[in-house]
């Protein structure tokens, strides 16, 4: 269980994110709808006598990584995981990159943080806590990401806002702002998690190797993007999605989720992020037991309405 402490100094959050559309063209410009999730993580320092000691929970607050290290160079001396100590290691060192002294008068701190979704359901476990990292020191979370993990960054936009965020790169900087997505239609829709958890970076990978600068594909992607914030009815917000789904797959030359595991259902499925595992989003003209009930049959059991997925 998460250890409750009376000496609580700080604590930070972190929303979980969702990019509805954009998906790797984000990297190159295109203009991305990415939502806030209800799900998150949570990161509380405590005072201590001695050392940093990290304790990481996740959804069951079931501590899944411990470890201690020195305030010096953040050197592990003592930890459940080697390349999970090694990876903060290399974070904490990244913040002092922005602020050199984060920490180096400290004497002893517990710092627990709380995971809100499952790990493997690629909400941003990496990103949320990056984020809630830059906070505490008081640094620029993006520059934290690029020095770190990489990416986009639309994530770690994600991770502040309590609205949907149209993201973009301009120039190679991250640029965002929050708008309204609030369709008539948001009842119909549902996330359904693939359980096939995906590599972000060889996604990228993937991409880069496929498809090269191409301004065309990037400015119908931006297009869509607009479409599908402003869709009027369940039947335009279908007709963007598949017609989103159709570019990327043409581009990386990879099967629809729909294709792959759904041929027969009579909505649109829509792959968020890096594609092939994770959530997908779909729309559904049935009840919520009906629509359950059609991915449960298919061994699908995650499918979560709109309303208790996304911050509103």
């Not at 960054?153 to 965020?165: E, L, M, T």
């Not at 039947?235 to 629809?256: N, Q, W």
Request: charge should be negative; hydrophobic fraction near 35%; include cysteine.
């Amino acid at each position: 269980m998460q250890t409750i402490h009376p000496d609580l100094i700080h604590q930070f959050h972190a929303n979980g994110k969702l990019l509805i559309s954009g998906e790797y063209f984000v990297l190159d410009g295109a203009i991305a709808l990415a939502l806030p999730t209800k799900f998150g993580q949570s990161l509380q320092i405590y005072s201590a006598t001695k050392d940093l000691h990290w304790k990481s929970f996740d959804a069951d607050q079931q501590c899944w990584f411990e470890a201690q290290f020195d305030f010096e160079d953040f050197t592990c001396f003592k930890s459940t995981d080697e390349s999970t100590s090694n990876r903060l290691t290399e974070i904490l060192n990244a913040v002092r990159k922005q602020a050199p002294d984060f920490l180096k008068k400290s004497t002893g701190l517990i710092v627990e943080t709380l995971l809100t979704f499952p790990k493997n359901w690629g909400l941003g476990t990496s990103s949320t806590l990056i984020y809630a990292i830059a906070k505490w020191a008081g640094i620029d979370p993006f520059v934290l990401l690029a020095d770190t993990f990489g990416g986009s960054g639309y994530d770690i936009a994600c991770a502040g806002v309590d609205q949907a965020i149209l993201y973009q790169r301009k120039s190679g900087e991250p640029t965002f702002e929050t708008c309204t997505f609030n369709p008539l239609f948001k009842e119909q829709l549902y996330f359904v998690y693939l359980g096939k958890k995906q590599n972000s970076r060889e996604g990228i990978a993937r991409y880069r190797e496929r498809v090269k600068e191409q301004p065309f594909l990037i400015n119908t992607i931006s297009g869509l993007t607009k479409e599908i914030l402003h869709a009027k009815s369940i039947g335009d917000f279908e007709h963007c999605i598949k017609e989103h789904e159709r570019m990327i797959s043409a581009s990386l030359d990879l099967p629809r989720a729909k294709t792959l595991y759904f041929d027969d259902y009579a909505g649109e499925v829509k792959s968020l992020g890096a594609w092939g595992g994770d959530f997908v989003l779909v729309t559904s003209q049935q009840s919520v037991e009906k629509t359950q009930d059609y991915f449960n049959q298919k061994g699908f059991d995650i499918c979560l309405p709109y309303k208790q997925m996304i911050k509103e």
